[in-house]
């Protein structure tokens, strides 16, 4: 019985990660691909930490509210510092969710993620089949 109860933790452990970083920003992705509302914004700033870069961007939304999207770590900056651009966001939660247009024609880095973590959990399978159980 313990053994089947590691098992089973061992499988579910990857999981939350799985949700949270790979398949909520693919979900994002296509909702702004769908419902989203395009508006001008600019560019903030540009942050680097360990070689990665996130890009602040402010729009004002149709309703006229101003909003201030942060890009999450990406290879390269998406703009420069006072750079016009396109923003893209969901109407239903334009502070949560918003993508500048050149992030959502790029490939997202939540495919790499994915997967990465089921080949965690590949890993996990196989070591539960063969070790756990």
Not at 26 to 54: K, M, Q
Not at 61 to 84: H, K, M, N, Q
Not at 92 to 109: G, H, V
């Amino acid at each position: 019985m313990g053994n089947w109860i590691l098992a089973a933790v061992l499988m579910a452990l990857p999981l939350p990660f799985l949700l949270w970083l790979g398949v909520r920003p693919l979900l994002v992705d296509r909702r702004l691909r769908r419902a989203g509302i395009e508006v001008p914004g600019t560019c903030r700033n540009v942050h680097v930490s360990e070689n990665r870069y996130s890009t602040s961007f402010e729009f004002v939304t149709v309703d006229g509210s101003s909003a201030i999207y942060i890009s999450p770590l990406s290879d390269g900056a998406w703009a420069s510092p006072g750079e016009r651009v396109a923003i893209v966001y969901d109407p239903a939660n334009p502070w949560r969710r918003a993508r500048s247009r050149n992030e959502l024609a790029t490939r997202s880095e939540s495919w790499t993620i994915v997967w990465q973590i089921l080949a965690v959990e590949l890993f996990m399978l196989v070591l539960v089949w063969f070790v756990v159980l």
